[in-house]
């Protein structure tokens, strides 16, 4: 038996060797080279064409490549030095270099064979590889010093459940890059929460070759505890603090811990004043006293845990630019040709304001918004208004509103509440035209669990809103709506996805007139039923396709990735809009698709046939609308 820690043995094992191999090369071409007079200066001769050769490993993969990468005889192929003694001693020295690479793979008892071959038109060095059985984990120490609460009060911490957390349990293989592995993943876990200054205090490994055993020990010290102070904020010159302030939920004489860190920093990036934000704990006082503390050791411990240590939390923030003007161009199968110009504007009386004009060939929209910074309580409040005019399958409708919102949670689980004043003109193609006012108050809730929110590939959304306009305020006809809809991802095998999607909408009232056609439903679509031109299910109205009481939509659709980032899709939707259930007989289209997934998200073309409009249609979009 003997004792190594693999870590620092194979490490300096090469380093000797490559450097022993240097030597020698160096040494030999000394002594080899040509001795000049004092008098005389020798001729400039040409430099000596390298000594071609073949190097040949045959070992079990992925051994062969790990040999490959890191044997000398391959590193030094082409060197202009290297004559045919020196390739002798590279073969010579290649096995101890071939039993040093092999045991950070968990082989400590290979049979290496080394020779050169010099019968043919170039020299061979053949290494042949038997890395016999691997080393395996055998007993498995972790001991945990420290991790003393100064309050008794608080949850102990729970040291089984980081003992569990090991990355390389008994009977798996020891490899030293696994080895590695679990000490930082073991320290990593620690670090988390509480103890950020936790340390390796010894690390081991025991191996026995012949027992094909490695025996390892770990010990972690916790080191004092560490607590949150108040906030240190770097950069902020244009917006008033109360932007960083109100959305810090830390609070001094908090627990260290790094996901209240991390979930400070979203909610700042979220905000759109600052190009870069940087949350951490400010460590530099921490370590200088606990480094003066091992300065002194000589001096008898004091009983009892560490004092913990208080940290601030410093924020370090790049501001974004106050004004900022952006253009765009699009096209959308819904809507046509699209130019758009924004104007941002970071601070108009201490507020936000986000703007913008958006012309579409069927539709034309301007709005602006001014945002407050978010409360203390974790509430966004807004105020906007703006105008829409659309023109779709008959109906001309020119809008008018104003809102004021209130939005709270979080990404994963958002909460929103809107008051608005609308005023509309519809015009309907032989028909006439027809006014109508309303003050609507919705309520909006979305639950997200997406294993990612840009390309998702696993999860699900759901949306529910519930509006309603009681009191003949403002308003011409009084009437209650709740809408509801879903987007599921479903992993099938390791290269398809199937997606689930569904709608379902009700408008209640006296009367269907007077109420905005905003509030009512259509369907068709690139994100409702494929086959159908946009909005184009519903109610017939003379000549035009408008709004309805009732809302269904589904879809299912079945994406395989053939060479990610690339697949293509199959997909079956139905649904349609009616003012009676009887009427709300599903429209049915179906089709084929090719998909992308872009860094901006998924990016789909879809050729999908109408089965009741006998057309085929073609559908394009960016990414998922929810």
């Known amino acids: ?60 993969r992925p051994l062969d490549k790990l040999l490959e990468q890191n044997l000398d005889l391959m590193r030094w192929r082409g060197d202009p030095r290297i004559d045919l003694e020196q390739l002798r001693h590279l073969v010579k020295v290649a096995p101890e270099q071939v039993k040093t690479l092999v045991a950070t793979e968990g082989y400590y008892s290979p049979t290496v064979d080394a020779v050169l071959v010099t019968g043919g038109p170039v020299p061979v060095a053949r290494v042949t590889v038997q890395p016999g059985l691997p080393v395996e984990v055998g007993d498995v120490d972790i001991e945990l010093r420290g991790f003393v609460l100064t309050n008794k009060s608080e949850a102990p911490v729970d040291t089984a459940k980081l003992k569990s957390s090991w990355m390389l349990p008994v009977g798996s293989r020891f490899r030293q890059s696994d080895w590695e592995a679990a000490k930082r993943g073991l320290l990593r876990e620690i670090i988390q929460s509480r103890f950020p200054l936790a340390e390796l205090a010894e690390t081991q490994a025991v191996v026995d070759p012949e027992k094909r055993r490695a025996n390892l020990k770990v010990v972690v010290d916790s080191g004092p505890e560490v607590h949150f102070d108040g906030l240190n904020i770097v950069g902020l010159e244009r917006y008033p603090q109360s932007v960083i302030t109100n959305l810090n939920k830390i609070r001094p004489g908090d627990q260290y811990s790094e996901a209240a860190l991390q979930a400070f920093q979203a909610r700042l990036q979220d905000t759109g004043y600052f190009s870069s934000v940087e949350v951490s704990a400010d460590m530099t006082a921490a370590l200088n006293e606990q480094l003066g503390e091992l300065a002194g050791q000589e001096q008898p411990p004091a009983a009892g845990p560490p004092a913990p240590r208080v940290v601030p939390v410093l924020v370090r923030v790049t501001e974004n630019k106050r004004r900022n003007v952006s253009l765009g161009l699009g096209y959308s199968t819904n809507t ?29 929209s301007a709005r602006a918004d001014f945002f407050w910074p978010t409360t203390p309580g974790g509430h966004n409040n807004s105020i906007g208004g703006g105008y829409e005019r659309s023109n779709l399958n008959g109906q001309l409708s020119r809008t008018v509103g104003l809102a004021a919102s209130r939005t709270w949670g979080s990404p994963l689980l958002e909460r929103t509440l809107t008051l608005e004043v609308l005023t509309e003109q519809l015009t309907i193609a032989d028909v006439g035209t027809s006014y109508s006012k ?25 949306n529910g809103q519930l509006g309603i306009a009681p009191l003949p305020i403002l308003t011409d006809e009084k009437f209650v709506r709740a809408y509801g809809r879903f987007l599921t991802y479903y992993p099938v095998g390791t290269s398809g996805t199937l997606v689930l999607r569904g709608e379902l909408g009700a408008v209640g009232s006296k009367e269907k007139a007077g109420i905005p056609s905003k509030f009512l439903f259509r369907a068709g679509g690139d994100q409702s039923v494929r086959g159908y031109a946009y909005q184009d299910l519903g109610v017939m109205e003379g000549e035009a396709i408008v709004g309805a009481r009732y809302l269904m939509t589904g879809s299912v659709e079945y994406d395989w990735w053939v060479r990610p980032p690339w697949g293509i899709a199959a997909f079956y939707d139905f649904g349609n809009a009616a003012d009676t259930l009887h009427d709300l007989r599903p429209k049915v289209g179906y089709g084929l698709g090719a998909r992308w997934r872009s860094p901006v998200g998924p990016i789909g073309i879809d050729v999908a046939y109408g089965k009741s409009a006998h057309q085929v249609r073609l559908h394009f979009s960016i990414g998922f609308t929810f």
Not at 4 to 29: E, M, N
Not at 33 to 51: C, D, I, M, N
Not at 449 to 456: C, F, H, K, N, R
């Open 1 to 60: 038996m003997f004792h190594a820690r693999p870590d620092q043995r194979s490490a300096t094992a090469q380093r000797k060797s490559r450097i022993l191999s240097q030597i020698v090369l160096a040494v030999y071409a000394l002594l080899s080279g040509p001795v000049a007079s004092a008098q005389e200066t020798p001729p400039k001769a040409a430099a000596p064409a390298p000594l071609k050769y073949r190097v040949e490993i045959h070992a079990p």
């Open 336 to 364: 046509g040709a699209r130019g758009q110009v924004n104007y941002d504007n970071l601070n108009v009386f201490g507020k936000r304001m986000k703007s913008h004009v958006i012309y579409e060939q069927r539709r034309q």
């Open 438 to 462: 309303s003050m609507p108050l919705t309520y909006s809730v979305t639950r997200r669990a997406l294993d990612s929110l840009v390309l998702p590939t696993r999860g699900f959304i759901v």
